[in-house]
């Protein structure tokens, strides 16, 4: 129960204690409902409308092979983001009074007693100075160019039936644990309950040019041997995730520009996401649009942007572009959009003092000088 409100949900903390069994007229008792009465009774409504979302790429654990000179190495420090710099963020955000929130907070679909539905606006409650924010992470596919070069190499369910990863060390063998986002953050929340709001997690979002979650059969190369193995591991995992209080997305079949891309090319990329990646992870409401492209301009969605209408149509309501702003919420009456902030070697080295002491997009969040890894070759690449 302590441990529930120290993650603002008093209400369940509450009646975990009164359905228990205990003696609740017991001093001890009696002083938790009153700790989580008065903690509740101090919380105040954040402002929906100046919520961040933050994200990030696979993780890179080993900067040595990351940054060892090759084709990707370039690639890997301008749009990922190191271990260590990953952690002093979180430790930095938790410090200034962050604490996580599910995009289904912000804003919800309702429907009214005519059947109709529409989109409201949310309430989340924390204690004065709390500010909520949104995290994900893109591309969570383990692709085989990655191989070798410090990452981890898929998502699994730890013996402690909580989603980890696995890596292949340096002499073959493959070691299970906390060697990306997800178990990272996982393992964060529970030395610190009170950066999640009611148990939230980040946004896992999958594109399809190889297996979910790292079974690289699971979505694609129905000849494989293991095909239908690889696709029952993806689903479980992909379970895991949703039963641990991580939001699955889609970042699109084939990580198409859906700006740039014609009708007819958005519609068969979706088919597909649907199809062969939908099929394995259960429904999804959310799309992280890839290259952060967004289908339209600032104005709110209407049914004559077409690419709108065909996404909302398979069941999307939950729109995140990239955008550099603090926050950009737009609630709309079908649907959320959301402006999403990368927190990667491009935006940090570009945000260094030394190198535009003009620009400042991240010291809202963390001092960049203290976080950027000096591992990094520099200058960092443009994206």
């Known amino acids: 129960a302590d441990r529930l409100a120290m993650g603002y949900d008093y209400d369940k903390a509450i009646d975990l204690v009164n359905s228990s069994g205990l003696d609740v007229t017991e001093a001890r008792v009696q002083e938790a409902l009153g700790r989580y009465e008065a903690e509740k009774a101090a919380l105040v409504p954040a402002d929906m409308n100046k919520i961040t979302h933050v994200f990030f790429h696979t993780l890179i654990m080993d900067t040595s092979k ?19 710099e990953f952690m002093k963020m979180l430790q930095a955000m938790y410090d200034r009074g962050y604490v996580l929130v599910r995009i289904h907070d912000i804003a919800y679909e309702e429907t009214d007693g005519n059947g109709s539905k529409r989109f409201v606006k949310g309430k989340i409650m924390l204690p004065e100075g709390k500010q909520p924010f949104v995290m994900s992470q893109d591309d969570v596919c383990y692709y085989p160019y990655m191989d070798g ?32 986002l997800v178990p990272l ?32 059969t699971a979505s694609s190369y129905s000849d494989s041997p293991t095909y239908e193995a690889d696709r029952e591991q993806a689903a479980r995992g992909a379970q895991c995730l949703k039963d641990n209080g991580w939001e699955l997305a889609s970042h699109s079949w084939g990580h ?7 009708l007819d090319t958005v519609k068969l990329d979706t088919d597909k996401w649907e199809s062969r990646v939908e099929s394995l992870i259960g429904e999804t409401d959310i799309i992280l649009y890839p290259f952060g492209a967004d289908v339209g301009d600032w104005h709110a969605y209407t049914r004559e942007n077409e690419k709108f209408a065909y ?20 609630l709309g009456t079908s649907c959320l959009r959301q402006g999403r902030r990368n927190l990667d070697g491009f935006r940090m080295y570009y945000d260094l003092p030394e190198n535009n002491p003009e620009k400042d ?14 591992e990094r070759p520099t200058p960092v690449p443009p994206m």
């Open 66 to 84: 990351a940054f060892d000179g090759d084709k990707d190495s370039g690639g890997y420090n301008s749009v990922m983001t190191t271990k260590d």
């Open 149 to 180: 070069d410090g990452f981890a190499s898929r998502i699994v369910i730890g013996e402690d039936g909580k989603p980890t990863c696995e890596m292949v060390m340096d002499d073959g063998t493959v070691s299970t644990g906390s060697y990306d």
């Open 185 to 216: 953050l996982e393992d964060f929340i529970q030395e610190h309950p009170d950066f999640s709001y009611k148990g939230a997690r980040a946004i896992i979002a999958f594109t399809g040019y190889e297996g979910i979650l790292g079974y690289r």
């Open 256 to 262: 198409i520009n859906m700006s740039k891309r014609d």
């Open 311 to 330: 996404l909302y149509d398979k069941g999307f309501r939950y729109f995140c572009n990239v955008d550099s702003n603090p926050a950009w919420v737009q």
């Open 361 to 374: 997009h991240l010291s809202d969040l963390f001092d960049v000088s203290a976080v950027f890894d000096r």
